[in-house]
């Protein structure tokens, strides 16, 4: 076992410069640390220090954790699978490789940027390059060019075959997750707009009222935070029935076993549209309802009829049916309510009060409030035959889901990356969302007791400083960590690689990729505290994780 080190492959060759190199690969210069010394003069004493800049370049990395990630793609096969399935091609001797434009959208987004220009910053990142299988890094107009290329733009390349390409590799994540019950969850996310974009147009913005901006549409398997497809849509049009098509679409292309048990929505989607299309396709759903005039007198019939029924949390519960206007029929509507005492008020000082004032009525009135009782409602439709006890504990875990728009705008470039036309924001979006699921299962590989966004993850399991060195033709690349859970990172880091080694020797070379997929799948299932080992869902009986 490696300790703090990785031995990457001798097929990792350094890249051609002026350095000599001996006959075993080695380097004349810089097979040594020590060996290696500074090619400029030094700066001032500053901080008690002196202060040397290197122009090697290509044995550091300030992405130390990138090799087991880039294992774990290597194993699974998700990017090779992704770069060679491109439709993007050049004709031009000068322009870059795919693999380098689309590798270099992986290290950008794994890294946290948000913006094209922030991509100048890995533009000497030629280790991390290298780990990937890449030539160079791409500047970020190659990148922008790469986009307009791929979403048809000068016609070369059909939009169709890059979206069937997004679609494929999207789907390719399916494998495995699917084969157990599972809950789809569809939600909305606004994205502000701050320039003249194509879609930039106003619409529901509760964030920034008034800013123009763009809707994305997406739907996801719950409790995994595993991300099936994703569209960005004008921001007025961030109504749920806008998000249907997409879903449509994915239900037609996927098997009816893998279907899930039913779909989950907040009141964006209570809406006839939405209903009588998964009533069409058997599919069951379980939808928030928006308190209406016609959902508000339904409230205040139960409250007359007290008909209430006790429900864990200390929620109570009435089912009744409800056809509101523009529903084509009565649906089973499920009433919940909780109540809540009012707490007494802070005494006011007399003083601060205008006018003169006696205190005894104040604090009166007060005790009557600190007396009241004010109920709080949730109100939810649905097909499910499911007790109506138990409905609301299947419709929390939906708030899960937020946790992930908040995750992928904020910490992964949801909230960033737009370009003037809408097809490349949309393009970028899904890409985005791509990477972010690769990471999220390998993260879920390599911890499995906490459910850990980009903001933790990141540090402890990416961002370490690493140096390259050579020695009698063998690279290894140190990585020095100064988290202060080293010896776990460490350890969780080196497990997973002897996992997916473990996995990768027990199967043939034709079927070795996929099959190492549904174990990683099958393990994260079985013992990942969030999601199988846990008490948020009983353990699916799969035989393919050890």
């Not at 929620?315 to 206007?325: I, K, M």
Request: hydrophobic fraction near 35%.
């Amino acid at each position: 076992m490696l300790s703090a080190k990785l031995i990457l492959n001798n097929d990792l060759e350094m890249k051609p410069d002026s350095t000599l190199t001996r006959q075993n690969g080695g380097f004349e210069k810089g097979v040594n640390d020590s060996s290696s010394e500074a090619q400029n003069s030094s700066s001032p004493r500053i901080a008690g220090v002196h202060l040397e800049w290197s122009p090697d370049h290509g044995r550091t990395s300030r992405m130390g954790g990138l090799s087991y990630f880039a294992h774990f793609l290597e194993a699974t096969g998700l990017f090779e699978d992704f770069v060679a399935s491109c439709p993007l091609f050049y004709l031009s001797n000068n322009a870059p490789k795919k693999r380098d434009v689309l590798g270099a959208i992986l290290l950008s987004v794994l890294e946290g940027q948000s913006r094209y220009a922030h991509m100048s910053s890995l533009a000497n990142a030629q280790l991390d390059a290298r780990t990937l299988g890449m030539d160079k890094i791409p500047c970020e107009d190659s990148i922008r060019t790469g986009l307009s290329k791929l979403t048809g733009a000068d016609g070369s390349i059909d939009g169709t075959a890059t979206e069937d390409w997004v679609r494929s590799s999207f789907d390719r994540l399916c494998e495995g997750c699917l084969d157990v019950p599972w809950v789809l969850d569809i939600d909305v996310t606004v994205k502000p707009l701050y320039g003249k974009q194509e879609g930039a147009v106003l619409g529901y913005n509760p964030a920034k009222p008034g800013r123009p901006s763009h809707a994305y549409h997406s739907f996801w398997v719950g409790h995994l935070r595993l991300c099936l497809g994703v569209q960005v849509r004008p921001g007025n049009e961030t109504s749920g029935s806008f998000g249907l098509e997409p879903l449509m679409q994915w239900l037609e292309r996927t098997p009816r076993a893998r279907w899930p048990e039913f779909v989950r929505g907040d009141i964006g989607y209570g809406t006839q549209t939405w209903m009588l299309e998964l009533e069409a396709h058997g599919l069951g759903y379980l939808f928030k309802l928006k308190q209406t005039k016609k959902v508000k007198e339904l409230v205040a019939l139960c409250e007359v009829n007290s008909e209430w029924e006790s429900a864990p949390g200390n929620w109570q519960h009435c089912e009744s049916r409800l056809q509101l206007t523009g529903w084509d029929r009565s649906r089973r509507v499920v009433v919940y309510r909780r109540a809540h005492r009012r707490k007494a008020k802070p005494d006011k000082r007399a003083e601060a009060l205008p006018g003169e004032c006696i205190q005894g009525e104040l604090t009166d009135l007060e005790l009557l409030e600190e007396d009241g009782l004010s109920y709080e409602y949730a109100i939810y439709v649905t097909d499910l035959d499911r007790p109506a006890s138990q409905l609301r504990a299947l419709y929390n875990p939906r708030g899960d889901n937020e946790n992930c728009y908040d995750e992928l705008k904020n910490q992964w470039g949801w909230g960033g990356f737009t370009l003037k036309d809408l097809a490349r924001s949309e393009l970028m979006a899904q890409l985005i969302a791509l990477i972010y699921n690769w990471w999220s299962i390998f993260i879920k590989l390599v911890d499995p007791l906490v459910a850990r966004e980009a903001i933790t993850s990141r540090p402890m399991y990416l961002m370490h400083t690493a140096k390259a060195r050579t020695h009698q033709s063998v690279r290894t690349l140190v990585i020095f960590c100064a988290h202060t859970q080293v010896k776990e990172i460490q350890s969780n880091l080196e497990q997973a690689a002897e996992r997916l080694t473990s996995w990768a020797s027990r199967t043939s070379e034709q079927l070795r990729k996929s099959s190492v997929w549904s174990h990683v799948i099958a393990h994260i299932l079985l013992h990942h505290q969030t999601i199988g080992a846990g008490n948020t869902r009983a353990p699916p009986t799969l035989s393919a994780a050890e």
